[in-house]
Nanobody, 123 residues
Framework: QVQLQESGGGSVQSGGSLRLSCVYSGYTRALWHTAWFRQEPGEEREGVGAIDSDGRTTYADSVKGRFTISQDNAKNTLYLQMNSLKPDDTARYFC?????????????????WGQGTQVTSPH
């Protein structure tokens, strides 16, 4: 089992920055991929980006150039640095983890999810 706990959400004006953290614990040696997703009430969940165990990242087009995913393996922590925030970035952000080496961001369902943290960027 793997547990994930997000933190760092809040309200920031458009154009501002925020960094989310996700601490993962449990059987983390089996993890190949960790990722960030977001969802607004009544909307479909959207993938934000992912990072694999070799540090390779992939991002949704909507956040490319503004968001950066990184990880600190010594601390078992995943980060999402969000810059130039827009009102459209307002959502609940979830971190997720996948066990499979060939897990595909945007196509395959992760194995584990955190509870989420709210990010609000008003007009």
């Amino acid at each position: 089992q793997v547990q994930l706990q997000e933190s760092g959400g809040g309200s920031v004006q458009s154009g501002g920055s925020l960094r989310l953290s996700c601490v993962y614990s449990g059987y983390t040696r089996a993890l190949w991929h960790t990722a960030w997703f977001r969802q607004e009430p009544g909307e479909e969940r959207e993938g934000v980006g992912a990072i694999d165990s070799d540090g390779r990242t992939t991002y949704a087009d909507s956040v490319k150039g503004r968001f950066t995913i990184s990880q600190d393996n010594a601390k078992n922590t995943l980060y999402l640095q969000m810059n130039s925030l827009k009102p459209d970035d307002t959502a609940r952000y979830f971190c997720a983890a996948a066990l499979g080496r060939f897990w595909r961001f945007g196509e395959d369902e992760p194995n584990y999810w955190g509870q989420g943290t709210q990010v609000t960027s008003p007009h």
